[in-house]
């Protein structure tokens, strides 16, 4: 297992240089069973991190560009009349697949981006009263734009909640860069990746994350650091329940990436902003253009007010 | 993103101040609690009203009613006043009072809307609790409002508690502070000086129930008897010195008041100033009318006595009393009463002096006569009786004696008399021949004055039973009593009981011995029935009579002694001393001890020893910040501290693997390398010297 998720790292890591965190991240939300909201300009490797990780674990692709016409039929797919054999033939949407890449969610109406939210929660797709099971594994990478807001439609908070992180990839270090300069092209490196799990083999790690042992005392940290959001008077809202489960899993999928059969409260403190940032919100985070602000300092607020040993 | 008006809706709901759903069921609880034992003395509508103004309150938190607005709150208080009012008629007093503190206590309910508002509502409920004792000082009162502060402070807890938590945590919390303040209270309670106008409670409540009125009737003592309730408590040993004088059972008799005024069917007592004019002295010397003569050996009583109140001036006393003190101004009537100014509306505790070698009135002045030797008219067969003894010029002693006798002969003694007419005398002493103590004392009172011996009735108690741990002696109404004095020439008043002619056992062992078995059953018909339930109650009432002895009569002079003993000096500025004193080491104990908490769980050895690691890194200036893992404080440890890097690593892996893999068993393994960490560290410290 260590070789394995060892492997996936150093094959995503070629591609994507210098953003092991990231990828570690987003590696860790797919083994938690999350979906991933990914939060940056454009260029910045957002598409290259999905295709990796899908070719890396040897799973099926897809991509949708969510533009403001797009309808729900478009992403779910529809029934045509087939006029030789005289019956509908349902034609699947790119939602079948196991990784879908879809770009710039918040362009779309909420009609379309529900259609596709709902499908995230449910894991199947309901068309002309036929439930359709989606594939296993099914890991939604969602990208937002946080600039030029100029006729969008952003996600909700309920809507975020579905998302287990929100990251953003952020500029390559400065070597990082150098190297991109230098090497190759990343596109081709991508093309040559060859899968290095299987998807059984991943379900095996999804499993697995579930079994990573978590003590009286980190729970109890864990329910601290919730109840703080909640009861804190610079929080407009806190932690749903969802969220505070999100947090304990993808805390356990860290682990699992650290190769820790146990969590310790680093975990939850390294996912911490990946995974309660998108779901909290300060009482005086006042966004004026609409853009969600990245409410770092609450978060830091959070993780220094809450002791780690109980007291 | 939202439009500003969600959000706004948002933020409110997140930080508001608003009551909470928990909260509010405290604060109703709490209500509930403090003002319950009060509605009993109160008019019967608050209840209704409460339950009114709770229905509304929860309604209100569900949305379905509004707040009401001002001019309705207005007129809700309007309503309330005038209906007090109306329940008293007037608005001065202790008891209106205190309806007007419940009925704003209850009101505030339906206005408060945030937490300051429940924080007035509990602190209006500490009040309640402390109005509680205006009208019950009772252990059981004492221990009600200990439980009602415990719920008031659950309340507090369940306000400013940042987590929903489980009421029953709450309680263990609230209970916890109610501890802590326990031994401030007994600080007060032991030092703080009584300043009687401030501290004395208001009269109110109880009005004598059961007890003597100043009239007797056939009939009224036989009705008295039946009630078990205490009269009162006598303490022999009031200086717990090693001789407590107790006088035989023939010799008890509690004097409470002396009738003269007999109308054919009762015995009315005239008040003494009525009688002589003036006023009680408040000195409690004897009475400057008082003629006593000392006579042979006399027995000395000390005892003093916790009188309930039953609502009239006088005091029980045995004969004949020379000395009484008490805080309330007492003073002595011109036949060997106790009075006060005032009527006994509390317990009242009074010490007394008798004995009985005093001799009472060797004169009588002819007013006194005359008003002792006065009958109505009427009973010519008992006139006629009378008439004969005169006419056989017998002596006063042989006229008693032959009236004893008559009584001897043929008389039964029971609860049950037959009822009697306009010649009450005469159909008692010639037809029925049945009666209690009243009939017997009042016909033979007729008896004697119709035979011209000056004569009169008294009422009191006979009797009385010593507790089970022998310690004080209790008079219960059952032991009510009604006899006769006589004067006779050179013996002065001298106490004659027809009763014991009739029926000696209810003299010598009590009332129980002297009936019949119907009239023991009617007796016990107020008794509870079951041994063991006999036995609770008279444990019970021996809780109450410890706790009036030791704590309701604690007063200055205890205080004073308690200083002495303790310290040698009474010393104003000793109270001072220890109440401040007293009360600041113990906030400042609670300061440096962390007492143990009782709701939470026990600690794992690892994090007890990890705690101490981490104040010995702190003595040497590394201070863990609470949100350090113990990994990153190592590697700070590591960074900032390479004399400490040697272990810092290893005592974090470790305590890391026991704390959060659960592996338990390294917990030697990490008290090891701690050992190891201190020897080396102290070696250092060796060295370094």
């Known amino acids: ?311 | 993103m939202f439009a500003s008006g969600d959000s706004a809706l948002l933020e409110r709901g997140g930080v508001s101040d608003q009551v909470g759903r928990n909260t509010l069921l405290w604060l109703l609880v709490a209500q509930g609690v403090a003002i319950f034992p009060l509605f009993f003395f109160l008019p019967l509508w608050l209840p209704l009203m409460w339950l009114g103004v709770v229905i509304a309150r929860v309604q209100m938190f569900r949305g379905a009613w509004p707040f009401p607005r001002n001019f309705v709150k207005t007129l809700l208080g309007a309503g309330c006043i005038i209906g007090l009012i109306i329940s008293y008629r007037s608005v001065a007093g202790v008891e209106p009072m205190v309806a007007f503190l419940v009925v704003a206590f209850i009101l505030k309910l339906v206005e408060v809307r945030d937490k300051h508002g429940v924080v007035l509502i509990v602190y209006i409920g500490f009040i309640a609790v402390a109005a509680l004792f205006i009208f019950s000082q009772s252990l059981w009162a004492a221990l009600y409002s200990l439980f009602t502060l415990t719920i008031l402070f659950g309340c507090l807890q369940s306000m400013f508690c940042s987590q929903v938590s489980q009421p029953g945590k709450q309680v263990v919390e609230a209970c916890i502070l109610l501890l802590k303040s326990l031994p401030v209270m007994g600080i007060l309670f032991l030092v703080l000086p009584r300043i009687s106008p401030l501290w004395a409670v208001p009269e109110a409540g109880k009005s004598g129930k059961t007890g003597f009125s100043g009239t007797v009737s056939p009939g009224d003592i036989s009705r008295l008897v039946r009630s078990q309730e205490i009269a009162f408590r006598v303490d022999f040993n009031p200086d717990n010195s090693n001789q407590a004088v107790v006088p035989p059972p023939e010799q008890r008799y509690w004097r409470g008041l002396t009738l003269d005024t007999y109308d054919g069917r009762s015995w009315r007592f005239r008040s003494p100033w009525q009688r002589s004019g003036d006023t009680l002295s408040s000195v409690n010397l004897p009475h400057p009318r008082w003629s006593l003569q000392r006579q042979g050996d006399a027995t000395f009583y000390e005892y003093s006595i916790i009188l309930e109140a039953h609502g009239q001036p006088w005091l029980f006393s045995l004969m004949v009393p020379l000395q009484v003190t008490s805080e309330l101004k007492m003073g002595f009537t011109d036949d060997y009463l106790i009075m006060t100014g005032k009527d006994i509306r509390q317990r009242t505790l009074y010490r007394v002096q008798s004995s009985t070698g005093y001799l009472r009135s060797p004169y009588l002045t002819e007013a006194e006569r005359r008003v002792n030797q006065t009958i109505p008219r009427g009973n010519p067969r008992a006139l006629a009786l009378a008439g004969s003894w005169q006419q056989r010029q017998l002596s006063a002693q042989q006229t008693v004696d032959a009236a004893l006798a008559l009584f001897n002969r043929e008389f039964v003694y029971s609860l049950q008399p037959p009822a009697l007419g306009t010649h009450s005398v005469d159909e008692f002493l010639f037809d029925t021949r049945t009666g209690f103590c009243e009939h017997f004392a009042s016909s033979f009172t007729f008896l004697m004055r119709a035979a011209g011996i000056p004569a009169r009735l008294v009422v009191g108690y006979q009797g009385g039973t010593f507790s089970e741990d022998a310690s004080h002696m209790v008079v219960r109404q059952s032991d009510a009593h009604a006899w006769a004095e006589v004067w006779l020439p050179s013996r002065g008043w001298v106490r004659v009981d027809p009763t014991n002619a009739v029926a000696p056992e209810r003299i010598r062992r009590g009332i129980q011995d002297a009936l019949s078995l119907n009239d023991a059953q009617l007796l016990n018909s107020g008794l509870l029935s079951s041994a063991w339930l006999q036995t609770l109650t008279l444990k019970l009432e021996e809780l109450e009579y410890l706790w009036q002895k030791n704590v309701l009569s604690y007063d200055n002079q205890d205080k004073d002694d308690l200083l002495k003993k303790l310290f040698g000096s009474k010393a104003w500025w000793l109270t001072g001393l220890l109440l401040i004193g007293g009360i600041g080491l113990l906030l400042l104990m609670y300061h440096l001890l962390p007492l143990p908490r009782l709701a939470g769980k026990r600690a794992h050895p690892a994090e007890v020893m990890y705690r101490k690691y981490l104040r010995g890194m702190q003595a040497q200036g590394l201070q863990r910040q609470p949100w350090e893992t113990a990994t990153a404080f190592a590697r700070r440890v590591l960074h900032e501290s390479p004399a400490n890097a040697k272990y810092a690593m290893e005592i974090a892996d470790l305590y890391n693997h026991i704390i959060y893999q659960g592996r338990s068993e390294l917990v030697p393994a990490l008290r090891e390398i701690l050992q190891e960490k201190n020897k080396s560290r102290a070696v250092v410290q060796k060295l370094s010297r």
């Not at chain 1, 490797?45 to 990780?53: I, R, S, V």
């Not at chain 1, 005289?86 to 918040?106: K, Y």
């Not at chain 1, 998302?163 to 081709?188: C, H, K, T």
Request: a negative charge.
């Open chain 1, 1 to 311: 297992m260590r070789t394995l998720i060892d492997s996936v790292l150093n094959s995503v890591g070629t591609v994507l240089l210098g953003k092991e965190h990231q990828v570690k991240l987003a590696l860790a939300c797919l083994f938690a069973r999350g979906h991933l909201l990914i939060e940056d300009l454009p260029g910045m490797g957002k598409t290259t991190l999905a295709q990796c990780l899908a070719k890396v674990l040897g799973l099926q692709y897809e991509r949708v560009q969510f533009t403001s016409d797009l309808l729900p039929a478009d992403i779910l797919g529809f029934a045509i009349y087939e006029r030789e054999q005289g019956s509908f033939r349902f034609q699947h949407g790119p939602v079948f697949t196991q990784v879908l890449l879809a770009d710039e969610i918040n362009r779309s109406t909420p009609k379309t981006q529900s259609a596709l939210l709902e499908a995230m929660e449910e894991a199947q797709v309901s068309i002309e009263g036929q439930t359709r099971e989606l594939p296993e594994p099914f890991f939604v990478i969602a990208t937002q734009n946080p600039l030029s807001q100029a006729g969008t439609y952003p996600l909700p908070e309920s809507q975020l909640d579905r998302f287990l992180m929100r990251i953003s990839l952020g500029y390559p270090s400065r070597s990082a860069e150098q190297a991109l300069f230098n090497g190759v092209d990343p596109r081709r490196i991508l093309s040559d990746i060859q899968p290095v799990i299987d998807a059984q083999q991943l379900q095996e790690i999804q499993n697995q994350v579930q079994r990573i042992k978590a003590t009286e005392q980190l729970l109890d940290y864990l329910q601290r650091l919730v109840d703080f959001t909640r009861y804190d008077e610079s929080f407009s809202y806190g932690l749903s329940t969802r969220g505070a489960l999100a947090w304990l899993r993808a805390a356990k999928a860290w682990a699992m990436i650290a190769q820790r059969e146990y969590l310790l409260p680093e975990d939850l403190q390294t996912v911490l902003p990946a995974v309660v940032g998108h779901r909290v919100r300060g009482i005086h985070t006042h966004s004026h253009s609409g853009a969600p602000e990245k409410p770092q300092s609450i978060l830091e607020h959070l993780t220094k007010s809450v002791s780690v040993l109980s007291n």
